[in-house]
């Protein structure tokens, strides 16, 4: 296997690749997971508390809301490896926050966040949950600043100490201007996280589907399976606002940008371990792949993925951090 992983290392020519503790890589899946720190403590607290509060003014979201918490716990597990370590009151910012779950539990945690949240195309159906999220965060004295733009118009310098976001960085429109707006708002030495498919793997996480090489080549081939989608709630637009971003285009990106990206390998073990406990996730994927994900998971297989390469996994989890000195 290592021979496998180090040939793979060779055609994919990764670069500053991590493989942090693996059993920090299995934290929360679901609500039975023991909490490990008090961020998500926290988050956990924030996101029982209006869950409840939901269902009960909402029971009609059913699913759609438990796929939303369900991305916010997944969201808290990865995070917590920078956010557990800042202090009460640091500055966050949330790049596409979506409903709203992360930043506003963060706010309750005690960070000061900006979420940034324009509803562009194929996101409409949110709308209705984080008028839900933000009445609730208001009420409770938990509400985050939210700045009502894309991700293109960040305009910062130097304010933040912390950037994430959660599968949103395959919907922008302009990847590069992204990153630069993301990192100057940054303090040096600060840290943007985010995590998203690798389109390079050829696999389409929304549509659960495998790619053909390119974005239209695949749209013309399974345009009626892509339109037909039954889990993506507007199918057309989520397929119109995917860019087909890669660990490649982020690494050629960064280095435009001059300095090198990070890349954690153990995001694919993260989603296997997920698929194996996350109801929602399985309900929204083929039930062929939780089989083989608790298959795999039983015998130890799955801890070898974090011997890939980031370049051959099919999501990636990547931190860039501004230079101290150079300019952005």
Known sequence: MLTVAAALQGRYGETRETVPDLRRAAIITSRATVLESRFLQATELWLEDFERHARAIAPDLGDVLTDYIGEARFGASILDAELGQLPQGSRVLEVGAGMLLLSCALQSAGYQVSAVEPVGTGFSHITRLREIVWDYAIDRGCRPELLSIKAEQIVADAEFDFAF?????????????????????????????????????????????????????????????????????????????????????????????????????????????????????????????????????????????????????PAMSCRLTRPRLSPI
């Open 165 to 313: 976001s959660m599968n949103v960085m395959e919907h922008v429109d302009d990847v590069p201007l992204v990153l630069r707006r993301v990192l100057g708002a940054l303090r040096p030495g600060a840290t943007y996280r985010f995590v998203c498919p690798n389109y390079r793997f050829p696999y389409e996480p929304h549509f659960d589907m495998p790619t053909l090489f390119s974005k239209s080549l695949t749209g013309r081939v399974l345009r009626s399976r892509i339109l037909g989608s039954r889990t993506v709630i507007d199918p057309a637009g989520t397929w119109q606002s995917l860019n087909w971003i890669s660990v490649a285009s982020v690494r050629r990106t960064c280095r435009h940008l001059g300095f090198e990206p990070e890349f954690d390998r153990t995001v694919c073990f993260r989603y296997v371990r997920r698929a194996i406990g996350d109801p929602g996730f399985q309900r929204r994927h083929s039930g062929f792949l939780s089989v083989l994900c608790a298959s795999l998971d039983a015998i130890g297989v799955t801890r070898l993925l974090t011997l890939l390469p980031a370049g051959a996994q």
